[in-house]
């Protein structure tokens, strides 16, 4: 397996600016997330303080982000990371295309969700709640699986999950249509709460009930207390210094995970700075 020097997880102004920085710097790069870069930047109806882009709409500022990431001949892997593993003297991470990647440093630029979880998730999660069908669907073998989806960018988890379940519940949470399985029923209604005793075993929506052995919640990001054991946060943000160093040797964060300003030119010079510190890492070494 390839073995990355720098693995960057966000395509928004912070993760981008960090891989170009790295390009620069000849580094061998792996480049994770949206090949539009990001919806919050895409929607934006039009960005006055980016210096250089005056009155620029943000579907035109996604745009010219990506023609410099092409120029630059950077790719973009369309790919949503699970989970993150320290294993030492690199980091495996878990992808939900069921790939594992190696780095020997991370830079996470994954922005921040304003949605808050379901009542229950995070107290379940481990327990009958997970976020990642590659891993935890042999525990669920032959029984009865709900699946929540966010995207159908994630609809071939549900095709994996649907060969494991002897039945499986989707609740998608999107428009457009949906590929018929013949093990797969499909509600269309709004999670509320997941309910249990010692394991989680229903979910409760706005209309119906669903009784599971194993729930899948198949969002575009994870929660990143469950995406890298140990990291420290300031509450929804990554703790880090002016390095853009976070509390774990090798792990550097930038953009509005750091916290505010939410603002894109903030966001593009953290991810140079640690691209930078990434850069100074590995000469050091360990």
């Keep these: 397996m390839e073995r990355y020097d720098v693995a960057i997880i966000g395509t928004g102004p912070a993760g981008l600016e960090a891989a170009l920085t790295l390009k620069n710097r000849n580094k061998n790069i792996l480049l994770l997330g949206n090949d539009k870069s990001s919806d919050k930047v895409f929607k934006a109806h039009e960005i006055k303080n980016y210096l250089g882009l005056p009155n620029i709409k943000g579907e035109d500022f996604s745009k010219a982000f990506i023609e410099h990431i092409k120029i630059m001949g950077i790719k973009i892997n369309n790919d949503v990371i699970s989970q993150i593993y320290n294993m030492g003297d690199y980091f495996a991470l878990q992808g939900h ?8 440093s991370i830079i996470i630029a994954t922005g921040v969700k304003s949605d808050k979880p379901y009542v229950g998730e995070e107290e379940y999660l481990g327990r009958g709640v ?54 797969v029923k499909i509600i269309k209604d709004l999670p509320i709460k997941i309910e249990g005793k010692m394991k989680a075993n229903k979910l409760i929506l706005e209309k119906n009930e669903i009784e599971f052995d194993g729930l899948f919640i198949l969002k575009k990001s994870v929660p990143l207390s469950y995406l890298l054991s140990g990291l420290e946060m300031d509450e929804q943000h990554i703790k880090v210094n002016r390095q853009m160093e976070t509390n774990i040797k090798g792990v550097f964060a930038c953009g509005d995970i750091t916290g505010k300003p939410y603002q894109y030119i903030k966001a593009a010079g953290e991810g140079n700075v640690a691209a930078l510190s990434a850069v100074n890492f590995l000469a050091k070494g360990r």
């Design 130 to 183: 997970s976020y990642c069908a590659t891993c935890d669907a042999p525990l669920y073998k032959n029984k009865n699986i709900a699946v929540i989806l966010e995207s159908n960018e994630d609809f071939e988890e549900v095709r994996f999950l649907s060969t494991i379940a002897k039945e499986l519940t989707l609740i998608p949470l999107y428009e457009g249509e949906i590929e018929n399985i013949s093990n």
């Design 97 to 104: 295309s069921k790939d594992m990647y190696e780095a020997k």
